[in-house]
């Protein structure tokens, strides 16, 4: 299909052309001026550069961006050596998703990717970096038994459900080289709020283990998962939410 790589500021320059003053979450756009006047030579330059690459094809993708059927949106922060966050959003309809990627870089750089339905969960997970299932076995783990007082402090539960307390800490107070979450919500927005109705769970890589998928609800789910089973859960998840 067809990809664009804008710089961060073309990228919010071209949503405010369709009526939105923010970014779709997760990306970001930070600019660095001093004077009113630099951000305005900034924003003509900007305008200048959009004007010579918008054409049909990147209207109707930033359509899609602006009122998807499904939104997927994933941010991940990392660790490892090598390895740096990564921010992205596809925005999905029952023809047609477009792919928002954004890496580190001085520019704050989106790449656009139109990309049949079927492929965004695997465009995402591309975008995750490749580690090995985690060795442990699926679980279900309760939360921490723990209550505050109205001064904040932690009072300790230790005399009710510290079996469970212990299998939580044991899973989860180890290294972790990176965690991410993933949300899948309907339709368009228009703030940074979460959607009531929106599903959500992380995925977290620990040190000398591997990749496990984290669901919390009443009680916290634990998968382990490579990139394939990454792909499957996104991608139930999409259909999901394009059923309802």
């Known amino acids: 299909m067809t990809q664009w790589t804008v ?8 949503c405010s052309r369709f009526g939105r003053d923010r970014l779709p979450y ?11 006047d630099q951000l305005r030579r900034l924003r003509r330059e900007a305008s200048a550069r959009i004007d010579a690459l918008v054409d049909e094809r990147l209207e109707a993708a930033i359509g899609v961006v602006i009122d998807p059927a499904v939104r997927i949106e994933c941010r991940s922060d990392t660790h490892a050596l090598g390895q740096s966050p990564v921010r992205v959003h596809a925005a999905v309809t029952h023809d047609l998703a477009v792919v928002l990627t954004q890496r580190p870089g001085p520019d704050c750089s989106v790449t656009i990717d139109t990309v049949t339905p079927a492929s965004a969960p695997v465009r ?11 060795r442990r076995a699926a679980a279900t783990l309760e939360h921490p038994c723990t209550a505050t007082t109205s001064s904040g402090a932690i009072l ?3 005399t009710r459900n510290a079996t469970a307390d212990e299998k939580f800490e044991a899973f989860f107070a180890r290294p972790r080289s990176a965690v991410g979450e993933v949300i899948v919500a309907r339709g368009a927005t228009y703030d940074h709020r979460r959607d009531t109705d929106a599903v959500s769970f ?4 620990f040190d000398g283990d591997g990749r496990y998928l984290v669901r919390s609800h009443a009680s916290i789910d634990v998968v382990p998962a490579d990139s394939t089973r990454l792909v499957a859960e996104i991608g139930r998840q999409l259909e999901s939410a394009l059923r309802r």
């Open 7 to 14: 710089r961060g500021m073309d990228f919010a320059m071209l």
């Open 26 to 36: 997760p990306l970001a756009v930070t600019v660095d001026v001093d004077t009113e």
């Open 156 to 158: 300790s539960t230790a």
């Open 124 to 134: 995402i997970a591309e975008s995750v970096p490749t580690v090995q299932a985690g």
């Open 202 to 205: 992380f995925w977290m890589d």
